[in-house]
């Protein structure tokens, strides 16, 4: 299964760029890099997928290096409100059997004034 | 447009109690997915529907939890005989028919289950 790691918390100041890096080594082929953002008391909100490289959104960038091994979900000039968990997920089609994303405990972000 | 909605949005019962939550995807979205998520941790995939039919129930962790979605939009997920490890928040997601099993996935707000 491919598995994630992430750090389990984040601190970071209103205004700075934020990485968070989540390690996937078992990664499939058909597998797709999908991250969520969840405040309390919400359902998750999808923030970015990508396959491979970079891919830029209005909110974040996702850097995906050659061998997919890891990403790097980028949130720039953060403010308060960003303040929330952030779940890196790993899943795509599988030819023998159905394969469902596996949400691990995320990385609490906490940004500070 | 409406997003995902969830009712009732809290449910306290007693155990051994059955319950029903209830679900209400994006109009047009056929594909329809239950979760359950303990406090600080991540959600857990329950069942998973593409139209009316459930294309994995893996997830569902005894045979005490059923869902339904008869017609292919609003499903219902069941729970028999409640214990205290069943509370939980009950989170339900719909993805367009456009996207893939894996593409995005748009979240309700959830049903805060507590069984005393």
């Known amino acids: 299964l491919a598995k994630t790691t992430q750090p389990i918390s984040m601190d970071s100041y209103e205004g700075q760029e934020v990485n968070i890096t989540c390690s996937h080594n078992n990664i499939a082929t058909n597998d797709y890099i999908t991250w969520y953002q969840q405040f309390p008391s919400q359902g998750p909100r999808f923030i970015i997928q990508g396959y491979k490289t970079k891919v830029t959104n209005e909110v974040a960038s996702l850097f995906i290096p050659a061998d997919r091994k890891s990403s790097t979900l980028s949130l720039p000039r953060v403010s308060l409100s960003d303040t929330a968990v952030y779940y890196c997920?790993?899943?795509?089609?599988?030819?023998?059997?159905?394969?469902?994303?596996?949400w691990g405990a995320g990385t609490k972000l906490i940004i500070k004034p | 447009g409406a997003g995902v909605s969830q009712t009732p949005s809290n449910k306290v019962t007693e155990k051994g109690k059955y319950v029903e939550l209830r679900c209400d995807p994006i109009s047009g979205h056929t594909a329809l997915y239950w979760y359950r998520q303990s406090l600080g941790q991540g959600p857990e995939f329950l069942i998973y529907?593409?139209?009316?039919?459930?294309?994995?129930d893996s997830g569902l962790p005894n045979d005490r939890f059923f869902a339904v979605r008869p017609e292919g939009s609003v499903s219902t997920l069941k729970i028999q005989r409640t214990e205290r490890g069943d509370s939980a928040m009950y989170l339900c997601a719909s993805s367009s028919p456009l996207a893939g099993k894996y593409n995005e996935q748009f979240f309700g707000p959830g049903t805060r289950l507590t069984v005393l």
């Open positions: 529907f593409q139209g009316t039919g459930a294309a994995d």
């Open positions: 997920l790993v899943g795509g089609e599988r030819r023998d059997s159905n394969y469902q994303l596996i």
